[in-house]
T-cell receptor, first 111, second 116 residues
Framework: GENVEQHPSTLSVQEGDSAVIKCTYS??????FPWYKQELGKRPQLIID?????GEKKDQRIAVTLNKTAKHFSLHITETQPEDSAVYFC??????????FGQGTTLQVKP | DGGITQSPKYLFRKEGQNVTLSCEQN?????MYWYRQDPGQGLRLIYY???????QKGDIAEGYSVSREKKESFPLTVTSAQKNPTAFYLC?????FGQGGAYEQYFGPGTRLTVT
């Protein structure tokens, strides 16, 4: 069935360093790949998304890359700040609206 | 934090009782979703609905039921048949998917259900 694997499960970086989270999906028909950030006790919020007709997308300190051949996509956060500390989820979807989520990565940015 | 609301924020029930979680949105979204989140795990889809009076089972629908009588509302009932109902429940909504694929899902604040 459809599956999204996310790594690492936890990530600790020093403030100012970069962080990279990787996801692999199984359904080759997937064409929409969002990333959500969830702070403790709060709702997930979309931070960036990418569609299958694009290889890379950037928004200030956040970027996402997509490799359709290898079926993986990655989130890159540069110049990390303590407020970037949260759980990050990747997801994949085909033309159904149904999102398949990865297991999440807990990012800790140490001041 | 408007747009999509869930109530209550915390809910406590005794084992064997059915309980209904509320989800309302005023974003004019066609599609609505229910997810379950357990500690240290991702979001698992329970049910989703793309239009009024229609809904589909997600990956973990057993022990749950939903209705979609109005576009704005998508209540979830956790029945006594659900073996491990204690969890954080998140509702979401989005525009109906188009030719370009899915759209962003907006999440509600969640309901934390504890069953003892």
């Amino acid at each position: 069935g459809e599956n999204v694997e996310q790594h690492p499960s936890t990530l600790s970086v020093q403030e100012g360093d970069s962080a990279v989270i990787k996801c692999t999906y199984s359904d080759s028909a997937s064409n929409y790949f969002p990333w959500y950030k969830q702070e403790l006790g709060k709702r997930p919020q979309l931070i960036i998304d990418i569609r299958s007709n694009v290889g890379e997308k950037k928004d200030q300190r956040i970027a996402v890359t997509l490799n359709k051949t290898a079926k993986h996509f990655s989130l890159h956060i540069t110049e990390t700040q303590p407020e970037d500390s949260a759980v990050y989820f990747c997801a994949a979807s085909r033309n159904t609206g149904k999102l398949i989520f990865g297991q999440g990565t807990t990012l800790q940015v140490k001041p | 934090d408007g747009g999509i609301t869930q109530s209550p924020k915390y809910l406590f029930r005794k084992e064997g009782q059915n309980v209904t979680l509320s989800c309302e949105q005023n974003l004019n979204h066609d599609a609505m979703y229910w997810y379950r989140q357990d500690p240290g795990q991702g979001l698992r889809l329970i049910y989703y609905s793309q239009i009024v009076n229609d809904f589909q089972k997600g990956d973990i629908a057993e022990g749950y039921s939903v209705s979609r009588e109005k576009k704005e509302s998508f209540p979830l009932t956790v029945t006594s048949a659900q073996k491990n109902p204690t969890a954080f429940y998140l509702c979401a909504s989005s525009y109906h998917f188009g030719q370009g694929g899915a759209y962003e899902q907006y999440f509600g604040p969640g309901t934390r259900l504890t069953v003892t």
